[in-house]
């Protein structure tokens, strides 16, 4: 079940693709009342507006305003409103205050993607420089990452909601996938080439790709379940400072953390919170919205290690991976001869790699086509409200 990597070749229709994207953002939404689209119950998750109306604020920003003749854009206030943490294009609303905004109005909203969707297929009837068309597939990929962050936030707004409402009844997400079995697969250590390699779209954390010198080490070929995180819990593993780092230990008493986001016990019986609503937690499936601290909790309670993100992506082509994304054990930092891009673009990963941790992989959330071995994630280690998860490694 790897997923497949998005290509681009000879042949790829850039139109067509920028058509297939955005639609799929706005199928995303079909299932939303209007008072949706507004809630922020927390700084990390964006309302469902924001995050439709940036993604459209993007090709605005980016393409529009510099490649597109005569080009006058939607609403002069929209810069302000919709810009995410480009510093380079100037001030904006603060992460925390994104649901804040009851104008303008989830209809304006759909107006402005309509008219910005109307100016880019006027666009795509000229010839456009490579350059142009560079960053219309980064608009494109950046989409897909907040398609899934669509998914992500909305499903933590859902969740405050004691009547645990439904987003679609077949969409449970967290219900794909069972553990097959617990094996471990033998790598052989030496220098291994990381980062990407060949053609098709890729961020620029992922370049340059280089040497890295690994130990004889061993990885399992399944994800940790739901049934291994639930004996992690009987065995008493959220209250045993001995397996957690000091600050993942103050965070678990800080919080009083004693279980995987979304999990909740009636009558001895554990419950997940899904896009389909409130399940009986199933056993086989993966575990996930773990954070990086309980990841490494429990790989210590079983005396192992999660891997580092380059042993994943050395062996990342003997195992299934795409259903959650898999903490590492590795700090995110840039790859030897990593160079930030001038302008705004320049500010999509570099300024980031800091107190954060690699995720490697896909997740079940992930939008079709958007995933490769060398795609580097990241996240401080405390957060778990996307589709994480772990695989264990000696």
């Not at 996240?379 to 589709?387: A, D, S, T």
């Amino acid at each position: 079940m790897r997923p497949k990597h998005q290509l681009e070749s000879a042949e790829f229709d850039l139109e067509g693709f920028y058509s297939n994207v955005r639609k799929y953002t706005e199928k995303l939404c079909e299932p939303l009342e209007v008072e949706d689209y507004i809630p922020q119950p927390i700084e990390d998750v964006s309302p469902p507006k924001w995050n439709i109306a940036h993604t459209t604020w993007f090709f605005e920003e980016m393409i529009l305003k510099s490649f597109a003749d005569d080009y006058t854009e939607f609403d002069a206030e929209f810069g302000f409103l919709f810009n995410s943490y480009y510093n380079t294009i100037g001030e904006r609303t603060q992460r925390n205050q994104r649901g804040d905004l009851s104008r303008p109005t989830v209809k304006d909203v759909f107006a402005y993607r309509k008219y910005v969707d109307a100016e880019m297929r006027a666009l795509f009837e000229q010839e456009l420089p490579q350059k142009v068309k560079d960053l219309i597939v980064l608009g494109l990929n950046h989409e897909q990452q907040h398609q899934e962050l669509f998914l992500t936030d909305l499903k933590y707004t859902l969740s405050v909601n004691p009547t645990y409402p439904v987003y679609r009844e077949n969409f449970a997400l967290v219900e794909k996938g069972e553990i097959d079995s617990g094996n471990f697969i033998e790598v052989e250590g030496g220098i291994k080439e990381i980062g990407f390699d060949g053609d098709g779209f890729h961020f620029d954390n992922e370049l340059g790709r280089h040497k890295a010198y690994l130990e004889d080490f061993e990885i399992c070929e399944s994800l940790v379940s739901n049934a291994d995180f639930v004996e992690f819990i009987n065995d008493g593993g959220y209250r045993d400072h001995r397996l957690w780092h000091s600050e993942g230990w103050d965070w678990v008493n800080s919080y009083q953390i004693s279980s995987p986001l979304y999990w909740t016990k009636k009558e001895s019986n554990w419950n997940i919170f899904t896009l389909g609503g409130l399940r009986k937690l199933i056993p086989e499936n993966p575990a996930c919205h773990i954070s990086f601290y309980e990841a490494s909790a429990f790989a210590e309670w079983k005396g192992m290690r999660l891997p580092t993100e380059f042993e994943w992506e050395a062996a990342s082509d003997r195992f299934d991976w795409g259903l959650r994304w898999e903490w590492t054990g590795s700090a995110y930092l840039p790859y030897p001869n990593f160079s930030t891009a001038k302008g705004a673009v320049g500010e999509y990963n570099g300024k980031f790699m800091i107190n954060q941790m690699v995720l490697r992989g896909s997740s079940v959330a992930t939008s079709p086509g958007h995933s490769r071995k060398s795609y580097r994630n990241f996240f401080h280690p405390q957060l778990r409200w996307q589709f994480t998860g772990l695989r264990l490694a000696k």
